[in-house]
């Protein structure tokens, strides 16, 4: 039995640093069929409980092993809307290789990139569209078009509702398309899972900002449930002096302007992008990651991740901390932000930075970082990017009547993703807080099960009601 | 989903009006708030305010200036051409008083974003002052229709080819001084907005003015909008776009406005060295 997975087959750090295309190449055909050759094929699978959508693992990655690769991905699929994504940008490291028996000897089967390959050969073959039921007479709106939004609908789609996706942006996928760089997980791989749910019937209204143009209220007019998956789109900020000045990002900002509007092909993309020679990243979850990655690739002559509290503590994917590590990227930990510089033109100058100590452990659990005196010194930049996580927008509570909210404009909801509003569910972000991909698509397959009970429901009622007449 | 122009007049000089085809917007759209499109697949996000709309008809009208890239691509589209992205309304609409005396003061292409909200304030029954100006007579735009919604009308240019020789402060002066005023509202360039807040902050009377800083998305996702008003940084996408003008840091709107300026050259000189060779090649 082998012990270790094959290495995942990457662009060179040198010159990848140079260019957006993807780091990690996936496994060939040889590598897959070697790696799930060492499937213990459990009878009592651990990894499934790892699995937020509940993905038959051993039956996906038996029929690579058996070389019956579109049928991994078809087995895949009956999950999971969004493999190719899931493969790419999950952190399986904690959730279903975590619970790997080989774990205990030797490397953890490589779920993910296993999942990757299969769910690319379809993609490459041509992908099969299931068959869909007769639609029913219910129609549902989903707000936002991210992961568990496109989990939500793909679903209820495949049970023949009627699923009409708003989106406020230009293009679906959410933080997929405006947040997680191409050199991570390829816009070209979001277009062709958003294309394969607009093939399960899914409708998909683009420019289109619920508050706005909608309230919540008008669309429960309109369609008999409501999905609110908007996410947590707000940025923080640290609310140290010089957080306006020319050259400061929010991550949103930077990555959108990246990713979505294309800036790193300015001029031939029209939105610009300010390219620092020096860049500072204040934060270290995943989004921090792809800010400094973006920012190497943009022509940063140095980029360094700030950081209030340690390696430990550092929230970012291991995966990612080391992609960066390889490109260059240098990080100061236990180092806090407390004023930004600018000059007389308004623009970052340096970063004024104390060093930090672990104290107690905070409400949090985690250490909490306490200033050490006197240890105040400057970083020099020209662009800072704030990357400490986002809250979810105030736009759809403040024009909906009856939903209850929590701090910071988390809509509470139910084990089954119902909110305090009849017939509006909610899931992902907009529920947790800045969390993951796949912790979004777990909350919207709930939901998309609570919904089809909810519409059932609503049909129960109606024969009952003509029963009465 | 396409959004159709409909219409398009050059109103003066680099001053242009759309007519855009887009009904759901229309239908929603209130005085003071914008919309953001994008020409095409390689295009930028821009807001433009909406100067009037049509909900009969399913029609926005915008009025822009040529100034940078976007602009002049947006300039040389003609009746029949649509635009990629067209979102909106966004923003807060103005809100509207009653029973007030109301000095609107409109500057440029600001003048067209007074219109709507003059006509709205004047069908709420306030008694509406306007002053509009420009640089030059052949600059000024909208004059019947500002005058259409106003009680009193006044017009400056700085050359004097119309009206006060002149700047729109010398006229609102001397109406503070003579008059009692409830309300001032300042929509035009920074500059200008900023003079009419120095003005009235003396005279203790409310202004509010209209902010125009980079977006992208619009919808408070992203922090380019983020502006300072009252010591506090506020997002004019979804907090504004109308603030009150004594509590705006103006210097920082300002400085903020030129973050981009060295690529807005790139990005223009290629665009018209690329119309030069369409035109000749």
């Keep these: 039995m082998l012990v270790k997975r094959p290495e995942m087959p ?4 040198e010159k990848r640093i140079h260019n957006f295309d993807e780091v990690a190449l996936g496994y060939t055909e040889e590598q897959a069929t070697i790696e799930a050759n060492r499937c213990l094929q459990c009878k009592k699978p651990q990894c499934i409980k790892g699995c937020p959508v509940e993905i038959e693992i051993p039956a996906f990655i038996k029929n690579i092993a058996e070389r019956n690769f579109e049928a991994s991905a078809s087995e895949l699929k009956r999950a999971n809307t969004l493999p190719a994504i899931c493969g790419r940008v999950c952190p399986q490291e904690t959730q279903c290789e975590i619970e790997c028996t080989l774990g205990k000897k030797g490397e953890p089967i490589a779920i993910g990139r296993l999942e990757r390959f299969a769910a690319d050969y379809e993609l490459e073959k041509g992908v099969q569209i299931p068959e869909i039921p007769e639609s029913t007479v219910y129609r549902v709106a989903v707000v936002g078009s991210g992961p568990a939004s496109l989990t939500v609908a793909a679903d ?20 997929l398309i405006y947040g997680i760089p191409e050199f991570r997980l390829p816009k070209e791989i979001v277009r062709a899972e958003v294309d394969f749910i607009k093939k399960l019937g899914v409708e998909i209204k683009l420019n289109f900002v619920v508050g706005k143009l909608r309230s919540v209220d008008e669309l429960l007019t309109e369609y008999d449930a409501v999905f609110l998956g908007s996410g947590a789109g707000l940025p923080s900020f640290l609310g140290i002096e010089g957080e306006n000045l020319n050259g400061v990002y929010s991550a949103n900002e930077f990555l959108t302007r990246v990713n979505l509007m294309k800036a790193y092909q300015f001029p031939d993309y029209d939105t610009p992008i300010k390219k620092g020679k020096h860049v500072v990243v204040v934060g270290a979850g995943n989004v ?56 007389e033109n308004n623009w970052v100058k340096t970063v004024k930075c104390i060093k930090m100590r672990l104290g107690e452990p905070d409400e949090s659990g985690r250490a909490r970082p306490e200033p050490i005196p006197g240890t105040e010194h400057e970083i020099p930049a020209d662009v800072a990017v704030i990357a400490i996580g986002t809250t ?6 403040s024009t909906t009547s009856d939903l209850q909210t929590i701090k910071r404009n988390i809509i509470p909801t139910d084990a089954e993703c119902r909110t305090s509003k009849k017939g509006v569910f909610a899931g992902g972000d907009v529920v947790t807080g800045s969390a993951t991909v796949i912790s979004a698509m777990g909350a919207g397959k709930i939901a998309a099960r609570a919904i089809d009970q909810y519409l059932q429901s609503l049909r129960f009622a109606e024969t009952t009601s003509t029963l009465d007449c | 989903m396409t ?19 887009a009904p759901e917007v229309a239908s929603k759209s209130k005085p003071g708030q914008f919309i953001i499109i994008r020409i095409d697949e390689n295009g930028e996000r821009i807001p433009l305010t909406i100067a009037d709309y049509n909900r009969d008809a399913g029609i926005i009208t915008v009025v822009f200036m040529e100034i940078g890239k976007t602009t002049k691509q947006l300039a040389v ?6 635009l990629s992205d067209l979102v909106g309304p966004l923003g807060n609409p103005a809100h509207v008083p009653k029973n007030s005396v109301v000095v609107f003061v409109g500057g440029g292409v600001g003048i067209t974003t007074v219109f709507p909200e003059a006509r709205e304030f004047k069908k709420a029954g306030n008694t509406i002052i306007s002053i509009i100006g ?34 729109v402060t010398d006229v609102l002066t001397n109406i503070l001084k003579e008059q009692g005023v409830d309300l001032v509202v300042a929509i035009g360039p920074v500059v200008m907005m900023r003079a009419v807040a120095d003005v009235t902050k003396p005279f203790g009377v409310k202004t509010i003015v209209s902010l125009n800083p980079v977006m992208v998305d619009g919808t408070g996702m992203c922090g380019s909008c983020r502006v300072v008003v009252g010591g506090e940084t506020r997002f004019t996408c979804v907090d504004g776009p109308e603030f009150d003008a004594h509590q705006v840091d103006f210097t920082l709107l300002m400085k903020r406005l030129t973050t981009y300026r060295d690529e807005e050259a790139v990005s223009l000189g290629k665009f018209m060295h690329e119309q030069d ?5």
């Design chain 2, 3 to 21: 959004y159709t122009i409909l219409e398009r007049e050059e109103l003066a000089p680099e001053i242009y009006l759309l007519k855009l085809h």
């Design chain 2, 134 to 167: 420009a640089r030059s007579e052949n600059l000024l735009i909208w004059e019947d229709l500002v005058h259409s919604v106003s009680d009193k009308l006044y017009i400056t240019t700085d050359d004097g080819t119309k009206g006060h020789h002149g700047f």
């Design chain 2, 77 to 82: 589209l003609k009746s029949g051409d649509s």
């Design chain 1, 156 to 175: 209820l789609a495949r049970i023949g509702h009627s699923v009409t996706i708003l989106e406020a942006l230009h293009e679906a996928g959410g933080v």
């Design chain 1, 10 to 13: 990457e662009q060179d750090p």
């Design chain 1, 392 to 397: 979810p927008n105030p736009l759809i509570p």
């Design chain 1, 288 to 343: 921090a990651m792809d800010a400094a990655r973006c920012a190497l690739r943009l022509g940063a002559e140095n980029v360094t991740i700030v950081y209030r509290r340690g390696e430990e503590e550092m929230t970012a994917r291991i995966e990612e901390i080391q992609h960066a590590k390889d490109e260059g990227v240098h990080f100061k930990l236990l180092t806090n932000p407390t004023i930004i510089h600018g000059d």
């Design chain 2, 277 to 281: 060779c369409d035109e000749k090649c």
